[in-house]
């Protein structure tokens, strides 16, 4: 079992940056890939980011390629999202998930391991 904790969220205008982080717990090393999704009001989860376990490989949704960087410290059990450029649309509770794996894999599908996320605001 791995136990995630996001923080960094916060209001912000719109233009500014943020870095969310992902603590983890338990279980940890460096056999999960782990992936950002978020979830605005009113509308469903939606994949952000991931990164794959050594974190040689990186994935993102349309809508956030080009602002948003994942990165990962394996040595800290902590994974980030650096987010730039922000729109008052990436308003979200942003969560950290993760998969175990043996592979390089990078997705949105398969995470078993979910934060309990922490809120960004985007004002206008």
């Known amino acids: 079992q791995v136990q995630l904790v996001e923080s960094g969220g916060g209001l912000v205008q719109a233009g500014d940056s943020l870095r969310l982080s992902c603590a983890a717990s338990?279980?940890?090393?460096?056999?999960?890939?782990m992936g950002w999704f978020r979830q605005a009001p009113g509308k469903d989860r939606e994949f952000v980011a991931s990164i794959s376990r050594s974190g040689a490989r990186t994935a993102y949704s349309d809508s956030v390629k080009g602002r948003f960087t994942v990165s990962r410290d394996n040595a800290k059990s902590a994974v980030y999202l650096q987010m730039n450029s922000l729109k008052p649309e990436d308003t979200a509770v942003y969560y950290c998930?993760?998969?175990?794996?043996?592979?390089?894999?990078?997705?949105?599908?398969?995470?078993?391991?979910w934060g309990q996320g922490t809120q960004v605001t985007v004002s206008s």
């Open positions: 998930a993760g998969r175990l794996t043996n592979l390089e894999y990078v997705g949105s599908s398969g995470y078993g391991y």
């Open positions: 338990g279980r940890t090393g460096s056999s999960y890939s």
